[in-house]
């Protein structure tokens, strides 16, 4: 598998799906960005985008030293991507992105996720 600057990791049982700080500071630090699930390719797509657009979430104003990217909160959009993916609900995954310059977008592989599975359950 294939590492980048650019990871999400998803993680269904904290209701969290993370983006790290390098992927929001490459997209030019947008205040608001939305969640794109392409099903076919497998992929997700983190998109700058306004406060019009369905699924906009926040970006914090500043991020600090011990910040490690944005956080959302939100269980459906977690629900649809393990839904759609088949993933195990007690399964984290960390996906990679690229950086596609001229959509100003970053595009995560969901077919090919490291996962890391708690056995403390």
């Not at 999400?8 to 030019?28: C, E, H, P, S, V």
């Not at 960005?33 to 983190?46: A, D, S």
Request: charged letters at 25%; aromatic letters at 14%.
């Amino acid at each position: 598998m294939e590492s980048s600057k650019y990871h999400a990791l998803f993680d269904i049982k904290y209701y969290k799906t993370r983006i790290n700080k390098a992927t929001i500071l490459q997209m030019g630090y947008p205040k608001l960005v939305r969640f794109l699930v392409n099903q076919e390719r497998k992929e997700l797509i983190v998109q700058p985008c306004n406060q019009n657009e369905p699924l906009a979430f926040k970006v914090p104003k500043d991020f600090g030293p011990k910040t490690h990217g944005l956080d959302v909160n939100s269980l459906p959009l977690l629900n649809v991507i393990y839904k759609t993916f088949g993933w195990n609900r007690n399964t984290r995954y960390l996906a990679y992105g690229r950086y596609i310059e001229k959509d100003n977008i970053v595009v995560f592989d969901l077919a090919n996720c490291e996962t890391f599975t708690d056995n403390t359950d």
